[in-house]
């Protein structure tokens, strides 16, 4: 008995650190290509371990296998190959057909499966053979994927009895037609089955996708792994707002695919000789991400090509977990950024990379445009990113010889000092705001007038007749830092005699609850200049993000020369549940 409750408790442990598709810190590795090992050829201690070797510790959560590389090879079967751990011609086939027998692998998958991973066959890769003539060849594909690699039986399993978790697309030709049917007929089998299955997409970041985008907007995928590299629209180009399109994916993500809760992730080259295109260093990988993290409900984490590449390149893929972590939010209500760009106007001409607010979204200007934003994906505006306009409601109430302001999902007003005179029985109290944010119309207003008894004034009691009458009005007008004056003022007038009272100090305390605090990070830095002299450590803006300088620069361009370092987007937004006297605590 005690052996099992052992066995039990490190099964339960193993298992605590499991894939949770609505959590957005996931990590993606590919496994199979030995993509280290072929771009180093001479450094076989650095070549793809086995598959359990990358599911010792807890940062990856899925783990695709790549690749089942052709869908009719001999005798009509697939045809799979994993490099240096499994093909054809070093494991054998199976007879009449060009399948290799990887049934050696089995207990790997079972191991990193019994530890919470995700492990799935991808199909495709950018070498491969792929695509289907009919709906009557792609549901009897599916019928075959089902058998030899998901919940079926066959004589010809290629990882032996263990069952995969799903299955992952990353079709790069053969031609979009026909794999609804094999995704439906897929998907057939998967509502007979008391196994969850997974079914993910591994599209190119240009939207939309020539090979996926047919079945992406008609069938529901649980995760999406869009390639940020090799492409205009890759990590290269992150701080080029018309080519980085996240936002693109996330509208589809929101407002297209059949599945609400899908997740985006970044796609990304685990290393410099990962891809041709798209590499950026750790710490800018890190900042993207976090960026992302924040601003889209729809971002899932980060899937890197490949395991080996990010285990070889100082555990690239462990150092992005860890700062995923920290802000890591699973299945939880979203709070959307706000919206600092100004509106957009008919008849103004925008230039290229304008951005503009339209429809609680940011947008951004692909060439000169007075068009106002659009979905369509031939518009002249590319989507941001959605963002939030409340402005939110403040209350005020008095008692016991306190006076307490409460302020409620407040977007826009931040109470910065708090200044309190007292006099006989008035108190007066003048709150100096800042906003964040971009000019609102004059006519937007918050106004509250309160009327409230107070039971105690200056340690003494007032009559019934007593009143406290509050009024706010505040009027947001500025843009990024400039100050906006709120007045409240609170004045009791009390029909007994108070100079009596005059020494009586009341206490007054200022509570702000569940406040969204919008720091402009980015207020009192300087553009970037391509004249300007640089030092190590100096900080610059430039596109609305901030980037500090790693050696001494002159006229390099931050985002696309590597001696500037992104630090993070200029503004930030954090939850506060109080302050006293104005100061955040």
Request: aromatic residues 12%; charged residues 15%; hydrophobic residues 30%.
């Amino acid at each position: 008995m005690t052996r099992l409750i052992v066995f039990i408790l490190l099964y339960t442990l193993n298992t605590a650190f499991g894939y949770d598709p609505q959590c957005n810190d996931n990590i993606v590795s590919y496994w199979g290509q030995n993509s280290y090992g072929t771009a180093n050829s001479s450094d076989i201690a650095g070549w793809q371990k086995p598959l359990r070797f990358y599911c010792e510790d807890n940062t990856i959560d899925a783990l695709p296998i790549a690749f089942l590389t052709t869908f009719f090879g001999t005798g009509g079967y697939p045809e799979i190959n994993l490099a240096n751990y499994c093909s054809g011609e070093d494991n054998g086939t199976f007879a009449g057909t060009g399948l290799a027998n990887c049934q050696n692998m089995a207990s790997d998958i079972d191991y990193c499966q019994k530890k919470g991973r995700l492990v799935t066959i991808s199909l495709g890769g950018a070498t491969s053979s792929t695509g289907f003539q009919s709906d009557e060849q792609a549901s009897a594909f599916a019928d075959t994927l089902w058998n030899m690699f998901l919940g079926g039986t066959s004589n010809q399993r290629p990882f032996g009895n263990v069952t995969l978790d799903g299955l992952d697309l990353d079709i790069e030709s053969g031609g979009s037609d026909y794999y609804l049917s094999f995704l439906k007929k897929l998907d057939s089998y998967f509502k007979t089955s008391t196994k969850k299955y997974y079914v993910t997409a591994a599209p190119q970041c240009v939207y939309p996708d020539a090979n996926l985008q047919v079945a992406l907007n008609g069938y529901p995928f649980d995760a999406v792994y869009v390639q940020f590299y090799n492409n205009p629209c890759g990590l290269q180009n992150f701080n080029e707002s018309s080519q980085w399109n996240f936002g693109t994916w996330d509208e589809w993500a929101r407002t297209v695919s059949p599945n609400p809760d899908v997740k985006i992730f970044i796609g990304a080259p685990a290393s410099p000789s990962a891809a041709n295109r798209g590499y950026v260093p750790t710490n800018d990988l890190l900042a993207i991400s976090q960026d992302s993290q924040k601003m889209y409900s729809s971002f899932g984490g980060v899937m890197f090509w490949d395991a080996s590449q990010a285990y070889m390149n100082n555990r690239i893929d462990s150092q992005i977990k860890a700062g995923l972590q920290a802000n890591r939010s699973c299945n939880s209500t979203f709070e959307y950024p706000p919206c600092l760009e100004p509106e957009w106007k008919a008849g103004t001409s925008y230039g290229r990379d304008s951005h503009v607010s339209y429809n609680s979204s940011t947008w951004v200007a692909k060439w000169t445009t007075d068009s106002p934003p659009s979905t369509d994906v031939n518009s002249d505006w590319a989507p941001v990113g959605p963002c939030s306009n409340s402005t939110g409601n403040a209350t005020v109430t008095s008692s016991n010889n306190n006076t307490n302001i409460s302020i409620s999902n407040t977007a826009t007003i931040i109470p910065s000092t708090i200044y309190y005179t007292s006099l006989s029985c008035t108190t007066i109290i003048s709150t100096h705001t800042t906003v964040y944010g971009d000019s609102l119309p004059p006519s937007h207003k918050v106004s509250t007038t309160v009327i409230s008894t107070p039971t105690t004034g200056y340690g003494h009691s007032l009559p019934p007749s007593s009143k406290v009458a509050t009024t706010i009005i505040s009027t947001p007008a500025a843009v990024y830092g400039h100050s906006l004056q709120s007045e409240i003022s609170t004045t009791a007038v009390s029909q007994q005699d108070t100079t009596a009272h005059v020494n009586s100090t009341p206490t007054t305390t200022v509570t702000l609850s569940n406040v969204r605090h919008i720091k402009n990070i980015c207020i009192d830095v300087s553009d970037w200049s391509p004249s300007q002299v640089y030092i190590a450590k100096e900080r610059v803006k430039y596109r609305h993000h901030l980037w500090e300088a790693g050696w001494g620069s002159t006229n390099d361009i931050p985002g696309v020369v590597g001696v500037w370092k992104l630090v993070s987007s200029c503004s930030s937004l954090k939850r506060s549940n109080a302050s006293i006297n104005g100061k955040f605590i």
